[in-house]
């Protein structure tokens, strides 16, 4: 068995992972990043593309925000469709200044990626049977194999960066964790084409034929979404039908000024609200969909990942040079209310926009006029945007 030593072992290569890397090289600490898909296979990925101001200046910090920069695109603001009626929500004026940008989650993993070779700093693509131990004494360490070799990688802590179903939660005893979890009756049918958007912000579309979303990657590629039924498979939808279907969701002038397209990619991403805690166990810290997912309405899932990286970074940094090492236990509790407050968020304009088939008449009522008081109101709107551009980073005193 080969011996490698780091600072930080970090399991998992996507975003998350990679910025806390670049992070902690800048500042001097020593990473090895495990990863068992290739590098092509993880930029393949098409997430997110909404970007909180929190996020956006995280990536700034970490060196990595020029062609962000130059190519992404700020928002002041959004629009929802009603059933029709359209209502602009205005994030800056409601939030003093503040925007969110677009830039594809697959554009902020590439730029990481360079930045990280850049430096010369260690990334292992393609391993197996990663395995973390001793998370709760001082003999901390992950072995994994790699080109039929096995290695050992001596480290002070853990970080599992490696989704819902990597192995970094799953190494810590069940009987250890709390899960909350909310699985919904629908997904979302999302296709990735090469149009121009259908309006120069993001559309939240609610009907009673079923939610949509008018999003977009630059000026010339989109993405739009449907709700379909989570018993819905990919090959049912062919691009006429999914076209058509979102035309019928979108007030007539939208409608009318959609230009369609080829698909380039199309899937179904089923929602769910998951949160596990606590999201550490001895010197392995959970980041991310390791340990929370979020329904992909309030455009929370990767923004939550940053603010858990940033968290995570501004504690291990006093660690470092400061040696507080009784800041680690709070990590999880810091995270953990910013994330909740995204949980309440993603799963109230989930259940405001989407058509839920077992609501009954009550129920249905009661959802419109909440929606109806939230953008009649000023406080309600302004409510929306700062949640939209993102609450603010706790700090780490």
């Excluded at 970007?51 to 190519?71: K, S």
């Excluded at 009907?207 to 010339?220: D, I, K, P, Q, Y």
């Excluded at 990286?309 to 509790?333: A, C, H, M, P, Q």
């Amino acid at each position: 068995m080969k011996t490698l030593k780091t600072q930080i072992a970090i399991i998992g290569a996507g975003p998350s992972g990679l910025l806390l890397g670049q992070l902690l090289h800048n500042a001097g600490i020593d990473t090895l990043i495990l990863e068992r898909q290739t590098p092509d296979y993880v930029l393949g990925r098409i997430r997110a593309g909404v970007l909180e101001q929190g996020m956006v200046e995280l990536l700034r910090q970490a060196g990595v925000g020029r062609r962000m920069d130059a190519e992404g695109l700020v928002h002041g603001g959004f629009e929802l469709a009603l059933d029709g009626r359209r209502v602009h929500i205005d994030l800056q004026a409601l939030t003093g200044g503040k925007t969110v940008m677009i830039y594809g989650q697959t554009e902020v993993t590439r730029d990481l990626m360079a930045a990280r070779r850049e430096a010369g700093a260690q990334t292992i693509y393609a391993v197996g049977n990663v395995v973390p131990h001793g998370m709760k004494t001082d003999e901390v360490f992950v072995t994994f194999e790699k080109d039929g070799e096995t290695y050992r990688l001596d480290c002070d802590y853990i970080v599992g960066c490696d989704g819902f179903h990597g192995v970094a939660r799953q190494s810590i005893p069940a009987e250890c964790l709390k899960v909350f979890e909310r699985i919904y009756p629908f997904g979302w049918l999302g296709i990735l084409a090469d149009t121009p958007p259908v309006h120069d912000e993001l559309v939240y579309a609610r009907h009673e034929r079923g939610f949509a979303l008018c999003s977009m990657r630059s000026a010339t590629r989109t993405r739009y979404y449907l709700q379909v039924p989570a018993s819905d498979q990919v090959e049912d939808w062919s691009d006429q039908r999914f076209w058509d279907e979102l035309k019928s969701r979108l007030p007539t002038a939208l409608a009318e000024s959609l230009v369609t397209g080829p698909s380039i990619e199309k899937s179904i991403a089923p929602l769910r609200s998951f949160v596990v805690e606590p999201m550490q166990y001895g010197r392995l810290f959970l980041v991310g969909d390791a340990a929370h997912i979020v329904p992909p309405t309030g455009a929370k899932g990767l923004n939550l990942a940053a603010s858990d990286v940033s968290t995570l970074f501004n504690i291990l940094l006093k660690v470092y040079r400061e040696g507080r090492v009784d800041l680690l236990e709070k990590y999880s509790e810091i995270c953990l209310r910013r994330i909740w407050k995204a949980e309440r968020f993603s799963w109230w304009m989930t259940s405001m926009l989407h058509r839920f088939d077992d609501h009954d008449a009550f129920s249905q009522r009661i959802a419109e006029s909440e929606l109806a008081y939230f953008v009649d109101s000023e406080a309600g709107r302004k409510t929306i945007a700062e949640n939209y551009v993102g609450l603010p980073y706790e700090a780490i005193e």
